[in-house]
């Protein structure tokens, strides 16, 4: 009975423990999330109206706008463009078969309109947004290749300090368990070792 109360009473120090752990991680997690940086962002002026690029990394541009006209109609815009070398940047493309032949097109999340009634604008005025936002994109990176380069060390602190909180985590484990597995082999019996010149039983 009272070695069923004696692991009862271990079981419920290790879970303490380990939601001890826990929330210390927790707090380690939001700490860490409150010191970052937030993503660069700059308001770009156009013809339909001023869109906010916004950095994450060197190689990502993401635009959006709460109102652009086009034809005499407003809509908010959102828009993804990426490079190979941080500089020309193009919208998201995607491979499609139809008509039987493989094709490049903007994929469906890399530039999206909407009207202030909820309704998807078509593809003749993503056409005519595309043709302002792409290039007024290019133009900000040709001019301002220290904003993305600034994105990307972001970035990279970001990587490395969950990276970091990935390895305290690991290491708490570690040193966890081996407190677990030291607990377990103090209550192990020592190995019996075989007595010396003891006689050999044969059975028949």
Known sequence: MRSQEKLWTQLVRVAILNGLIVRKRMETIKKESQDKEPMSNAQVKTPIGPIFIAANGRKTA???SPQLMIDGLAMSVSAVLVSPDGLNFDFIQEVTDEGGR???????HALQGRLANGQDVDLIVLGKLAAVIGPAVRQ????????????????L??????????????????????????????KLPPPSSPAKNSPILEHP
């Open 157 to 186: 602190l970001r990587d490395i300090s969950e990276v970091n909180i990935k390895i305290r985590h690991e290491q708490e484990c570690v040193v966890e368990k081996r407190r677990q597995l030291a607990a377990i082999e103090s």
């Open 62 to 64: 993401v635009v959006s």
């Open 140 to 155: 900000f990176a040709a001019s301002n290749h220290r904003f993305f380069l600034e994105a990307e060390r972001q970035k």
């Open 102 to 108: 493989n094709r490049f097109r903007y994929a469906r």
